[in-house]
């Protein structure tokens, strides 16, 4: 009657981004449906906010300056250009991103490199969440491994270095 009745303890410990997948939930994981909604919602803003920066890209008329385009939605000129009289490390990204949706590769390199990278990625990114929105499957198990381990590290030392050869 030793074993009877004994419950097992509950680990206080956090979750894991790996216990916290779609993949692990659905295999008997922790957390169960709050965090498979979770992931549902993840997905759909993912899907909708590069939706909604695509579109705004088509909605924007490219700036001819390499830089500025942004001020087309009511934003300010960039302060530290203003400042320093250089470009700061995202000047001309929305310009690149509007030349790019036209198809101007050379006019979105010269606004900014790496504006061109990025946005080649959003545009990778709605039908990446929307298969794993429909079939319910892990986004983030591919990009966690192999591609995640030099991914995140290359865009920085991308936009850090078209930056430093910038100014």
């Known amino acids: 009657m030793r074993g009877q009745g004994r419950r097992r303890r509950r680990s206080h410990r956090p979750a ?24 549902k919602v993840l997905n759909t803003v993912c899907v909708v906010g590069s939706c909604l920066v695509l579109g705004v890209a088509v909605w924007l008329d490219p700036d001819p300056r390499g830089f500025g ?28 991103f509007s030349n790019m ?16 990278v990025l946005f080649l990625l959003t545009c990778t990114m709605p039908p990446w969440f929307g298969h794993a929105l429909w079939t319910g499957k892990d986004p983030f198990r591919f990009v966690a491994g192999r591609l995640g381990r030099w991914l995140l590290p290359a865009v920085v030392a991308g936009l850090f270095g078209c930056w430093m050869l910038r100014v």
């Open 16 to 39: 894991t981004l790996r216990e916290l997948s779609p993949h692990h939930l659905r295999h008997g994981g922790r957390g169960g449906r709050d965090l498979v909604i979770f992931w």
């Open 69 to 96: 385009t942004h001020e087309q939605l009511d934003l300010p000129p960039c302060h530290y250009l203003e400042l320093t009289g250089s470009p700061c490390v995202t000047c001309g990204m929305t310009t690149s």
């Open 101 to 116: 949706i036209r198809l101007n590769v050379v006019g979105a390199w010269n606004a900014n490199p790496m504006g061109l």
